[in-house]
């Protein structure tokens, strides 16, 4: 029986950040990938970066872990 992802990255808000959950619980909101890499770590989650493209680990709704939409910060 498949199993959903734990972490779940929801699309970019008006802002850009993107909200995370891991395991249902909303765990901070991201505005790039480093900060999605943060939560993981702090949830004792694998940070590296090769578990970003798996899709058993996050699932990224509204663009993958390179899809960000952000305002004039955006290329910071």
């Given at each position: 029986m498949d199993r959903p992802p734990p972490v779940v990255v929801f699309p970019p808000e008006p802002d850009g950040?993107?909200?995370?959950?891991?395991?249902?619980?909303t765990v901070g909101?991201?505005?790039?990938?480093?900060?999605?890499l943060e939560l993981l770590h702090g949830?004792?989650?694998?940070?590296?970066?090769?578990?970003?493209?798996?899709?058993?680990?996050?699932?990224?709704?509204?663009?993958?872990?390179?899809?960000w939409n952000g305002g004039p910060d955006e290329e910071r």
């Open positions: 950040g993107r909200r995370v959950t891991i395991r249902g619980e909101t991201a505005h790039g990938l480093f900060d999605v949830a004792g989650l694998p940070p590296v970066d090769t578990a970003v493209d798996d899709p058993e680990l996050i699932e990224w709704r509204g663009g993958g872990p390179y899809d």
